[in-house]
C-alpha cells in the first residue's frame, strides 16, 4: 500500500531525500517549489553555495529587512552569505550552462523514461517562459527532479513518454518522490530506494514509467 | 558620432524622446530587480507606441503583485509591436496576448537572450547553445553539430536604445551596480545604439575606483537620475 501523506509532509520527505543526496560544498541552483524546502532539510554538517540564476553565489535565507535591491529569482529578498558574490545575469548562466554547477533540483509536470523532463509550459493553459530552467537543465553536473508521484487528480507523472513540451531532452539524472528514488543508470530508470511505509508492488502497478528495480534496493525511512 | 566623455545628465522625459515608433528598446531588470523605473514612467508618458521591447520578464500585472509594475505598463498600455523575452509569467495581460497572438512574442531560455546580447555588444553574429535542443523551443531554429554536440545557431540581439540601471555613475558614466540590480545591465549596456543610465547618484570624475567599475563610461550616452516613484526608490 501506499502511505497516505499530507501535502506538507510528501513535499518535506522528498525534499530531505534530495538533501541527503547532496555534498557538503557543492554550488546547487534550486527551482521554485518543492526544490525551495531543501536547504531547510539538510543533515548536519552540510552547507551548500546556493546560486540564484539572478546573481547570487552563496545566497543565504529569506532577509526579512525588506530590501528589493537583493533578490531571488522568484523576487523575495535575500542575504548574500559571507564568502559570497554578486555576478551580472550573463556570468551565472555561463555558471549555470557552463559545467559549473554540481546539482540542480526541479520540479516537474512530466518526467519519462529517457530523462526527459517538462516543467515550463502547458500549452494554451500555462506559458510563463522557460526563463533558466532549459540552461540549468543543459548545464548542471547532475539534475535531481523533485516531484510529487501524481498529481491533484491522481495521474502519475513519472510517465512512458512526456505529452507536455520538453524543458530538456534526456537530462534527468535522478527522480525522487515522496515514495522512492529512481537514478538514470546508463539509460534505464533503476529505483535504488524505497520509503519502508511503501509497498513495492502497488507503487509499479501504478507508475506508468516502466521502472527497473535495483538488486540492492534500499528500503529505509522517507 | 563619438561619445562625449564627460556624459550629459538629462531628464527622463528627453530619455524618453529618444525612443519613437519602431524602435527597438532593451530595458534592463529581472522581477523587481535592476530595472529603470524612472526611465520606463517617462516613456509611458511620453507615448511612443510600437516598439520592439526586449527585456527578459515583463513584470508583474495581476499576478502576486497587481501591478502593472515597470515595463509591464508597456504591455498593459499598448505601446509595444514585439517582445523578446524570457518569462512572462507574473504578466496576465502578457500571457494572454501571447496566447491570442495579438502581439509578437519571442521566448527563449534566459541563458540565450544573455548570450544573444552579448554578443550583440561583443560584434558577434551569434552564439551557439544546446538550451533547448530536442524539445519545442528547437523547431524553426537552425541547428549544428559540433564536436559530436548539437547546438542551436541563436543570432546577436542589438537594438536603437538601452535603458539601464545602475547604482551610481561618475561624471564620464563609469557605473556601479547594487545587489541582483546587476542582473541584464552591464550586457545591455554594450549592445545598443544610445545607452542611457539610470542612476541614484552622479560622482565626480575619480570617485570611482577603476578597478571597481563594472560598466565602463565609453559605453554610455546620457546619465539620467532615479526619480521618487515606490519602485524606482526602492530598487
Known amino acids: 500500500m501506499l502511505p497516505e501523506l499530507s501535502e506538507e509532509e510528501a513535499k518535506i520527505r522528498i525534499a530531505k531525500k534530495i538533501a541527503s543526496n547532496l555534498n557538503d560544498g557543492d554550488l546547487v541552483n534550486l527551482g521554485i517549489g518543492i526544490p525551495q524546502l531543501v536547504p531547510r532539510c539538510l543533515p548536519e554538517g552540510v552547507r551548500l553555495i546556493l546560486q540564484t540564476e539572478n546573481g547570487v553565489i552563496n545566497a543565504g535565507p529569506t532577509e526579512e529587512e525588506y530590501d528589493l535591491r537583493i533578490i531571488d529569482a522568484g523576487g523575495t529578498p535575500v542575504r548574500v552569505l559571507p564568502g559570497g558574490a554578486l555576478i551580472s545575469s550573463e556570468l551565472s548562466f555561463a555558471v549555470m550552462r ?35 530552467a532549459m540552461d540549468i537543465a543543459v548545464g548542471a553536473k547532475k539534475v535531481y527532479v523533485a516531484t510529487r508521484h501524481f498529481d491533484k487528480n491522481g495521474k502519475c507523472k513519472l510517465v512512458r513518454k512526456c505529452t507536455l513540451p520538453l524543458t530538456g531532452y534526456g537530462v534527468t539524472d535522478v527522480i525522487v518522490t515522496e515514495y522512492c528514488v529512481i537514478r538514470s543508470i546508463y539509460g534505464r530508470m533503476v529505483m535504488t530506494e524505497l520509503a519502508d511505509d511503501t509497498g513495492l508492488q502497488e507503487l509499479l502497478d501504478r507508475t506508468e514509467m516502466n521502472i527497473y528495480v535495483s538488486s540492492q534496493l534500499v528500503r529505509e525511512r522517507f | 558620432m563619438a561619445k562625449p566623455f564627460i556624459k550629459p545628465v538629462i531628464t527622463a522625459a528627453e530619455a524618453a524622446g529618444f525612443v519613437s515608433e519602431g524602435s527597438s528598446l532593451m530595458v534592463g531588470g529581472f522581477n523587481f530587480g535592476g530595472a529603470p523605473y524612472t526611465l520606463i514612467e517617462a516613456l509611458c508618458e511620453n507615448g511612443a507606441h510600437g516598439i520592439d521591447l526586449i527585456c527578459v520578464d515583463t513584470s508583474y500585472y495581476n499576478t502576486r503583485v497587481k501591478g502593472p509594475v515597470g515595463v509591464a505598463r508597456l504591455v498593459t498600455e499598448g505601446r509595444l509591436r514585439s517582445v523578446i523575452a524570457s518569462h512572462i509569467g507574473l504578466n496576465r495581460k502578457t500571457q494572454e496576448l501571447y496566447t491570442s497572438g495579438e502581439l509578437m512574442i519571442e521566448l ?42 548539437r547546438y542551436i545557431i541563436e543570432p546577436a540581439i542589438t537594438a536603437d536604445v538601452a535603458f539601464i540601471r545602475a547604482y551610481k555613475a561618475d561624471a564620464a558614466g563609469n557605473l556601479i551596480y547594487c545587489g541582483t540590480n546587476r542582473n541584464f545591465n552591464p550586457t545591455m549596456a554594450t549592445a545598443a545604439n544610445i545607452v542611457v543610465a539610470e542612476v541614484d547618484e552622479v560622482l565626480p570624475i575619480g570617485a570611482i575606483d577603476p578597478e571597481n567599475v563594472v560598466t565602463p563610461g565609453i559605453f554610455i550616452d546620457a546619465l539620467v537620475i532615479r526619480g521618487e516613484s515606490e519602485y524606482a526608490s526602492r530598487t
Open chain 1, 98 to 132: 557552463g559545467g559549473h554547477v554540481d546539482a540542480t533540483v526541479l520540479g516537474a509536470l512530466q518526467v519519462d523514461e529517457e530523462g526527459n523532463l517538462a516543467n515550463w509550459m502547458i500549452p494554451q493553459v500555462s506559458v510563463p517562459g522557460m526563463g533558466g
Open chain 2, 108 to 149: 527563449i531560455p534566459m541563458g540565450t537572450f544573455a548570450e544573444r546580447i552579448r554578443a550583440g555588444g561583443a560584434g558577434l553574429g551569434g552564439i551557439l547553445s544546446p538550451a533547448g535542443i530536442d524539445t519545442i523551443y528547437e523547431e524553426g531554429r537552425e541547428t549544428i553539430e559540433l564536436n559530436g554536440k
